[in-house]
């Protein structure tokens, strides 16, 4: 099975949508954006249940929010690569940052791999919801036990705060619906807007992607053209003037197909030719 696969492959055009509704139906989960899977917790969740048992749930922390912490999702992940001789090289770097493009292609050949293991039919035995309760238990029962105790100094040291509210309720009260009736009604816009620009930064870096990449391939088709073997040809030199030509009106294209046409008849009466000295 390829693990390695070439950023023109098939499984590189498979959309946002698309990828998270996969996420979305595989695990149980509402994921309105691919930037939510940053922190690598999903990656390891969805190698769980491609390969059942192999990945150290409670070593994976759903609950991530710094660099730091994320990156511990991905060394679990790297290790789980390791063990399965999986050879795939993780940006952990970009992913973090949250970035929609590095995360979009990352998820992309996972659900390329994925779908090559288990021929893209789901596992209905797996509980996705019950083996994200295992990951972290331990830390994050910590964590909210160290958060109470916080609420309660805190109390403790402002014993006056509850009357400060009595005495100011209706007033804050007021103030709070207002704000909860205008938050209620922009809502959905900033929403819709959010989704827009992410749809655009999308589309800009993959446009970006693209064009570094045939940039790439004509660069080295002039490089081939500029070796000391081929730069004399014909063909060679055609080609540079097409690779060279500064406007569209300039390309040298359909003069190239005519000399390219001719080549082929001289080549043709060349044979014929032959052929009939033989006989």
Same mark, same amino acid.
């Given at each position: 099975?390829?693990?390695?696969?070439?950023?023109?492959?098939?499984?590189?055009?498979?959309?946002?949508?698309?990828?998270?509704?996969?996420?979305?139906?595989?695990?149980?989960?509402?994921?309105?954006?691919?930037?939510?899977?940053?922190?690598?917790?999903?990656?390891?969740?969805?190698?769980?249940?491609?390969?059942?048992?192999?990945?150290?749930?409670? /070593?994976?922390?759903? #609950?991530?929010? @710094?660099?730091?912490? &994320?990156?511990? $999702? +991905?060394?679990?992940?790297?290790?789980?690569?390791?063990?399965?001789?999986?050879?795939?090289?993780?940006?952990?770097?970009?992913?973090?940052?949250?970035?929609?493009?590095?995360?979009?292609?990352?998820?992309?050949?996972? /659900?390329?791999?994925? #779908?090559?293991? @288990?021929?893209?039919? &789901?596992?209905? $035995? +797996?509980?996705?919801?019950?083996?994200?309760?295992?990951?972290?238990?331990?830390?994050?029962?910590?964590?909210?036990?160290?958060?109470?105790?916080?609420?309660?100094?805190?109390?403790?040291?402002?014993?006056?705060?509850?009357?400060?509210?009595?005495?100011?309720?209706?007033?804050?009260?007021?103030?709070?619906?207002?704000?909860?009736?205008?938050?209620?009604?922009?809502?959905?816009?900033?929403?819709?807007?959010?989704?827009?620009?992410?749809?655009?930064?999308?589309?800009?870096?993959?446009?970006?992607?693209?064009?570094?990449?045939?940039?790439?391939?004509?660069?080295?088709?002039?490089?081939?053209?500029?070796?000391?073997?081929?730069?004399?040809?014909?063909?060679?030199?055609?080609?540079?003037?097409?690779?060279?030509?500064?406007?569209?009106?300039?390309?040298?294209?359909?003069?190239?197909?005519?000399?390219?046409?001719?080549?082929?008849?001289?080549?043709?009466?060349?044979?014929?030719?032959?052929?009939?000295?033989?006989?």
């Amino acid at each position: 099975m390829a693990t390695n696969i070439g950023m023109m492959d098939s499984a590189y055009f498979v959309g946002r949508n698309e990828i998270l509704s996969w996420i979305n139906a595989t695990l149980h989960l509402n994921l309105s954006r691919v930037e939510e899977a940053a922190s690598g917790a999903l990656q390891c969740q969805m190698m769980d249940m491609t390969h059942p048992g192999v990945v150290p749930m409670h /070593k994976v922390n759903f #609950d991530a929010k @710094t660099e730091y912490v &994320m990156i511990q $999702n +991905y060394k679990v992940l790297q290790e789980v690569f390791n063990k399965l001789k999986i050879d795939k090289y993780v940006e952990v770097n970009k992913l973090v940052k949250g970035r929609p493009l590095d995360n979009l292609e990352f998820l992309q050949w996972l /659900k390329h791999y994925c #779908d090559s293991v @288990t021929g893209g039919i &789901m596992n209905e $035995n +797996y509980n996705p919801m019950e083996r994200r309760s295992k990951s972290g238990k331990e830390r994050n029962a910590k964590g909210l036990h160290n958060n109470s105790k916080s609420l309660q100094a805190n109390n403790s040291h402002n014993p006056g705060l509850g009357d400060g509210m009595g005495a100011n309720g209706c007033g804050t009260k007021q103030r709070k619906t207002g704000g909860v009736a205008v938050g209620t009604k922009f809502s959905g816009q900033i929403q819709a807007l959010s989704n827009e620009i992410t749809e655009l930064k999308l589309s800009v870096d993959l446009m970006e992607k693209e064009r570094d990449y045939y940039f790439t391939k004509l660069r080295d088709i002039e490089i081939l053209c500029q070796t000391p073997e081929l730069e004399h040809l014909p063909m060679a030199v055609e080609i540079k003037k097409i690779l060279y030509a500064a406007e569209a009106k300039e390309s040298a294209f359909e003069e190239d197909q005519e000399i390219l046409f001719q080549a082929e008849n001289d080549d043709e009466e060349t044979d014929g030719q032959e052929l009939e000295d033989h006989i």
